[in-house]
T-cell receptor
C-alpha cells in the first residue's frame, strides 16, 4: 500500500517569498493533518481536515499560512510571505476518521528560509 | 496549557543495555497514549500504543499511570538499530483525533 506522499522534499527560499507544499494521503484516509516540526521539537499541529472541511486550524498562523483540500483528497499548504522562523520540516499525516486512529506520516518537506 | 514533557536526553547506552524513557502529560482528560519513533531526518512512525494495563511488544514495554499522568517506555537488550528519537504522544481531548507530541528523547546505542 502506498504511503503518504509529499513534495517537494526540500525547498530553499528567501524571506518574504511564497512557498507551497503538496500532500497526497493514503487512499481512503478521510482525515489529513499538516504539522510543523522545528529542529529539536516535536511536531506541532497546524491544521486538520476531515474530507474537504477544516476541523481544526486553531494553531495555524492565518496571517501568512493557508491550506486547502478542495476535493477531499490531496492538500496544499502555502506560506506567504515566509519568515526566517518558518524554517522547519512540514509533515503531512493521514488517518482513518475517529479519535485514536493511527496517523501515518509522509516524509516531510524540509524548508529553509534565508 | 496542553503539554507533554519528556526526559531531555540524549541517552547514550551500550548495546544490550536496558533504557527507560519517561513522559508526563498535563491534561488529565487525555485518553489515548502512544510512543512514536523518529529516525534522523525521517518522519515519525508509530512504535506502540500505551494501554492502562501496560503492554509489551518484544523488547519494548510501555506503562501508563493515569493518577500521576505519567507514561514510560522500557527498551530491553538495546540494539544499534534502536538509535532514534522517541516521541511521547497523547491525544488532545475535545479535539477530533488531534495529537500532542513531546519534544522527544534521543537514544544512541553504541557498539
Amino acid at each position: 500500500e502506498a504511503g503518504v506522499a509529499q513534495s517537494p522534499r526540500y525547498k530553499i527560499i528567501e524571506k518574504r517569498q511564497s512557498v507551497a507544499f503538496w500532500c497526497n494521503p493514503i487512499s481512503g484516509h478521510a482525515t489529513l493533518y499538516w504539522y510543523q516540526q522545528i529542529l529539536g521539537q516535536g511536531p506541532k499541529l497546524l491544521i486538520q481536515f476531515q474530507n474537504n472541511g477544516v476541523v481544526d486550524d486553531s494553531q495555524l498562523p492565518k496571517d501568512r499560512f493557508s491550506a486547502e483540500r478542495l476535493k477531499g483528497v490531496d492538500s496544499t499548504l502555502k506560506i506567504q510571505p515566509a519568515k526566517l522562523e518558518d524554517s522547519a520540516v512540514y509533515l503531512c499525516a493521514s488517518s482513518l476518521p475517529g479519535a485514536g486512529e493511527t496517523q501515518y506520516f509522509g516524509p516531510g518537506t524540509r524548508l529553509l528560509v534565508l | 496549557r496542553k503539554e507533554v514533557e519528556q526526559d531531555p536526553g540524549p541517552f547514550n547506552v551500550p548495546e544490550g543495555a536496558t533504557v527507560a524513557f519517561n513522559c508526563t502529560y498535563s491534561n488529565s482528560a487525555s485518553q489515548s497514549f502512544f510512543w512514536y519513533r523518529q529516525d534522523c531526518r525521517k518522519e515519525p512512525k508509530l512504535l506502540m500504543s500505551v494501554y492502562s494495563s501496560g503492554n509489551e511488544d518484544g523488547r519494548f514495554t510501555a506503562q501508563l499511570n493515569r493518577a500521576s499522568q505519567y507514561i514510560s517506555l522500557l527498551i530491553r537488550d538495546s540494539k544499534l538499530s534502536d538509535s532514534a528519537t522517541y516521541l511521547c504522544v497523547v491525544n488532545d481531548p475535545g479535539s477530533q483525533g488531534n495529537l500532542i507530541f513531546g519534544k522527544g528523547t534521543k537514544l544512541s546505542v553504541k557498539p
